[in-house]
């Protein structure tokens, strides 16, 4: 997949077929316009190109914003990318874009800029200033510069029944599998590893301390979570803490893993982990050898997780 940082650097010598939004998840719901899209560029021998925007419009149309989201952009690459897209047009979002009109993003944008043939849209999507312009309005300007437009129904999206929104309140509630069954994949976190206090490995637990450099990410709540990484080409299980460690007197929120039956340096590398389920609440221990105790449980139930899962 080609990943282009803006309209202006994006370049071809064909016609392309072209869905755009946010696609904040790439969810469910997402993958059917996606799906749709990569079978139309492949029927027209066209690439299939999607636009989406950085930072999230809301994050720029609205001051207070505090929305959290779904992917970093990193990761929305990655998982376009594994849908077997062409081109990804990731275009900066700012006031100066959301003023244009309808006709001058269709005719500088689409029809000058992206040489679109075909335009893949949800049944409710809205455009130009103001998000004024409609589907009809689409459908005009495509008999006006040569464009077919392909709606996708209320009825595909809606079998789906799947929104960002939702997705985000089951992963604020700590409902991994809920979120992870409207996502259609494991809920992913992306940071490198870096130095920590190193108190897990003084008693045999030692863990990999992950920094998220996106401070938009949303992180699920304090706890224990199932989750795996691939490292070195390996899938490696293993359980994920986030929270304070308030056992050892921690005040800060960290994110640490601790993984089944590897022991390579991890330092400095940068892991994307995909979560399962939660375990349990964080709780404040007695002592060392109690949060030992259960660490040893934890690591129990999650092997016995993907035991039932394979």
């Given at each position: 997949m080609k990943i282009f940082n803006s309209i202006q650097d994006f370049t071809t010598n064909s016609a392309t077929v072209l869905t755009l939004g946010t696609f904040d998840g790439v969810h469910k719901g997402h993958k059917t316009i996606i799906?749709?899209?990569?079978?139309?560029?492949?029927?027209?021998?066209?690439?299939?190109?999607?636009?989406?925007?950085?930072?999230?419009?809301?994050?720029?149309?609205?001051?207070?914003?505090?929305?959290?989201?779904?992917?970093t952009i990193n990761e929305k690459a990655y998982l376009l990318e594994q849908c077997g897209v062409d081109n990804l047009i990731i275009h900066p979002f700012d006031h100066a874009f959301s003023r244009l009109t309808a006709e001058e993003f269709v005719k500088d944008i689409l029809f000058d800029k992206l040489n679109i043939n075909h335009i893949i849209i949800g049944y409710d999507h809205r455009f130009g200033r103001n998000r004024t312009a409609t589907i009809t309005d689409l459908e005009r300007f495509g008999e006006q510069y040569g464009f077919e437009v392909i709606q996708i129904s209320a009825l595909e999206i809606d079998e789906v029944s799947v929104s960002s929104t939702k997705i985000r309140n089951a992963l604020d509630s700590g409902d991994i599998v809920t979120a992870n069954s409207f996502l259609g994949y494991p809920y992913l976190l992306t940071g490198t590893v870096v130095k920590g206090k190193e108190i897990g490995r003084t008693i045999g637990f030692p863990t990999a301390n992950i920094d998220i450099a996106e401070d938009y990410k949303l992180i699920p709540p304090i706890g224990i979570y199932v989750v795996s990484s691939i490292i070195d080409g390996k899938n490696v299980f293993g359980m994920m803490s986030i929270g304070t460690n308030p056992t050892v007197g921690g005040t800060t929120r960290t994110i640490e893993v601790n993984y089944l039956d590897y022991d390579?340096?991890?330092?400095?590398?940068?892991?994307?982990?995909?979560?399962?389920?939660?375990?349990?609440d964080e709780?404040?221990?007695?002592?060392?050898?109690?949060?030992?105790?259960?660490?040893?449980?934890?690591?129990?139930?999650?092997r016995a997780f993907f035991q039932n899962l394979l």
């Open positions: 799906d749709k899209l990569t079978a139309t560029a492949k029927a027209a021998g066209a690439a299939s190109t999607v636009l989406t925007f950085f930072p999230h419009p809301r994050m720029v149309l609205q001051q207070h914003s505090d929305i959290k989201l779904l992917n390579g340096d991890l330092y400095g590398k940068e892991l994307r982990i995909s979560l399962y389920s939660k375990i349990r709780e404040k221990f007695e002592s060392l050898d109690a949060l030992k105790e259960q660490l040893v449980k934890d690591g129990q139930a999650t």
